[in-house]
């Protein structure tokens, strides 16, 4: 089986950095994508590691560590529309992922 | 290029109805999911088809039925609907492997 862990909830502040923390324990994993989704909203691709190392994706960038099994979103210069839930998803190769439970990022003015 | 679209957006069931929630893709992509989203549970796979004429059991399949009808459609159906369904779905598309899926506007059911 496969599961993830995150973060419940997250707050920051208008123009700081912050990181979701991601931890996983599959049985097969081929990499780590995140999505965004908005209140009332469907779950948008953000990114995704299929390598260990860094990849930048203008302000959010993601990170991966597969001897760690563990993985983070940073997201730089935050704006209040950055205000949503954030999941990791596990790619195990069979063509599905399974997601984390999402992280609530609350940015205040 | 609509994406991913799903009929209806809202609905509400009485215990023991049945429905079929329609899902839609124009991007020509292989694999289609139909996930149920609960609060505090994040996005549960309930079936999935990697490519037209297959489908598989995902997390969560218990009291669901598929029908990938072509390429483009992937309907889900509740055959009795029970109050522990009330959740809101989306169907999802990708191309091949699934790392990059894109989500379609959700169907609210409630069922009471």
């Known amino acids: 089986g496969q599961s993830l862990e995150q973060p419940s909830e997250v707050t920051a502040v208008e123009g700081a950095i912050v990181q979701i923390n991601c931890t996983y324990q599959?049985?097969?994993?081929?990499?780590l994508s995140w999505y965004q989704q908005h209140d009332g909203g469907a779950p948008t691709f953000l990114s995704y590691?299929?390598?260990?190392g860094l990849e930048e994706t203008g302000r959010f960038s993601s990170f991966l560590s597969r001897s760690d099994s563990y993985g983070y979103l940073l997201l730089q210069e935050l704006q209040m529309k950055d205000s949503a839930s954030y999941f990791c998803?596990?790619?195990?190769?069979?063509?599905?992922?399974?997601f984390g439970k999402g992280t609530m990022l609350l940015v205040s003015p | 290029n609509a994406g991913v679209t799903q009929t209806p957006k809202f609905q509400v069931l009485k215990t023991g109805q049945s429905m079929t929630l329609q899902c839609a893709q124009d991007?020509?992509?292989?694999?289609m999911y139909w996930y149920r989203q609960d609060p505090g549970m994040g996005l549960r796979l309930i079936y999935y088809?990697?490519?037209?004429?297959?489908?598989d059991k995902g997390e969560v399949p218990n009291g669901y039925n598929v029908s990938r009808l072509n390429k483009r459609e992937f309907s889900l159906r509740l055959e009795s609907a029970a109050p522990s369904q009330t959740s809101v779905y989306f169907c999802?598309?990708?191309?091949?492997?699934?790392?990059?899926?894109?989500f379609g506007p959700g169907t609210r059911l409630t069922v009471l």
């Open positions: 999802a598309s990708s191309e091949g492997g699934g790392s990059e899926q894109f």
């Open positions: 599959t049985s097969g994993f081929y990499g």
């Open positions: 590691n299929g390598l260990d």
């Open positions: 998803a596990c790619d195990s190769g069979y063509s599905t992922l399974t």
């Open positions: 991007m020509n992509h292989n694999s």
């Open positions: 088809s990697a490519s037209e004429g297959t489908t």
